[in-house]
C-alpha cells in the first residue's frame, strides 16, 4: 500500500511539473524576442534571405565552366540505300550500283566543357544579385518590425480584457447588492419596483459585458499565441501589467530624438526598388552587346552490326573539338531601344517614387509625434476622469441608501463610471501601440 502511494504521488509530481514546463511565462518584451525567432512570418523571412544566396550563387555559376556529358545509341532497323555510278567499280557505263554504307548500330559517348568568356548581361545580373540580397535583408526587418507590433498589440490587448475583467466582476459585485439591497426594501414595503427595475437594467448590461470580457480574453490570448508562433490552445502568462506599462512607455524625449531617414525600411526597401530598376535599365543596354562563348568537346563512337558495345573487342574511335561562339546584335529593328528607354522610364518613376517616399515617411513621423503625444494626453485625462467617476458614484451610493438620490440617478452615475473605466483602459492600451509605431518609424528599440 505505502508503494502504491508513493507511486501515485510521483506520478502526479511528474504531471504537474510537465504542465509547469509547458505554461509559457512573458513579459512583454520577453515575448517580442521569442515572436521574432518563432513566428511564422519571421521563420519564412530568415528561408527569404538563405535563397536569396542561394540565387546569388545560382546567378555567380551560371558564367563558370559548365561540363554536361551524352550518350546515344542507334539501330538503323532498315539501313538506306544509296545508288552511285557502277562504272566505279568497272561496271558498264550509265548503270548504277546500290550499295549501303556503315554498320546499323551505333554508340557515342561525348563530354562539352563550355565557358562564357564576355556576356554583359551576365555581368548585370551578377551586380543585380547584391541588390536583390539587400532587399531580402531590408524585408526581414520590416517583417521583424510588424512582428514588434502585433506582438505588442496582442499583448497589449490581452491585457485590456484581463483588467476589464476584473472591473466588470467587482462592478457586478457592487451592482449585486444594490439590487438585493433595493428589493428587500420594495418587498417590506419602503421602496419602488422602478429602483429594482433600473439597477436590474444595469446588471444586466454589465453581466452581458462580463460574458464577453471572458470570450476576449481567451481569444485575445489565442491571438498573442498565433503572433508568437505558439500553438493557438497553448497556456500563456503575462507578466507585465497594464499600468505599470503604459507608465514605462511614456517617454517625452522620444519626441525630440535625432531622426535619420537612412534608418527607416521603407525608406531602404524604396532604395532596393530604385537600385532594382537601375539593373534593370542596365540589363536592357547590355544587350546590344556581343557574347561570346568557348568550348571543348571530346567523344567516342563506335559501330557494329550487332550489340557488341559492351565487349572488349570493340573497337572505339575518339574525336575532340574546340570552338568559339561569337554572337554580335546587329539590328533589331529598335526593339532593343524601345526596351532600354522602357527601362529607363522605369528608373525615372522609382526615383520619383523615392522622393515621395521620402515626403510620406516624415509625414508619418509627424503625425505618430502627434498621436503619441494625444495618447498620452487622452490617459491623463482618463486617469482624472476616472478619478472623478469613482467619487461622484461613491457619493451617490450614499445618497441613495440615504434615500437623497434616486435609483435613476444612481444609474447615471454608475453608467458614466463604467464608461470611464473602458476610457481609462483604452487609452493606457493606446499609449503603448502609439509608441510602438512611432518606434518603428524611428527604427528604435524600447
Known sequence: MRNLVLIIITILSFSLGYSQEQ??????????????ENNYAAINAD?????????????????????????????????????????????????FVEVVFGQPQTAMATATLKQQIFDGSYIV??????????????????TALDVRKQVVE???????????VKILEKNKTTLEKNVYETSKLYENGLGEQESVDQLQITLSSIENQLQNSLRLKEITLQMLNISMGLDLKAPTQLQENLEDLTVSKIDYDILNSNFNLANNVDFKLAENLNQQRYYEWKLARSRALPTLNAFVNYGSSAFSNDFSFLSNDQQWFDSSVLGFDLSIPIFSSLKRSASTQRAKIALEKAKTQLTEAEQQIRLQLENAKNNYTLAIANYETAKQNLTLSERIESKNQIKYKEGLATSFELRQAQTQLYTTQQEYLQSMVEVINKKTELEIILNKRA
Not at 565552366?65 to 555510278?85: E, M, R, T
Not at 545580373?125 to 520590416?142: D, H, I, R
Request: aromatic share 8%; no cysteine; proline share 4%.
Open 23 to 36: 505554461t509559457h511565462s512573458f513579459s512583454l518584451e520577453e515575448a517580442i524576442q521569442f515572436a521574432l
Open 47 to 95: 528561408r527569404d534571405i538563405l535563397d536569396a544566396k542561394k540565387q546569388k550563387w545560382e546567378t555567380i555559376a551560371s558564367g563558370l565552366p559548365q561540363i554536361s556529358g551524352a550518350v546515344s545509341y542507334q539501330n538503323q532497323l532498315k539501313q538506306p540505300v544509296s545508288v552511285i555510278p557502277a562504272d566505279i567499280f568497272g561496271g558498264e557505263p550509265g548503270t
Open 125 to 142: 545580373g551578377v551586380q543585380a544579385t547584391k541588390a536583390f540580397l539587400n532587399y531580402s535583408t531590408n524585408n526581414k526587418e520590416k
Open 154 to 164: 496582442a499583448y497589449g490587448n490581452v491585457l485590456l480584457a484581463e483588467e476589464s
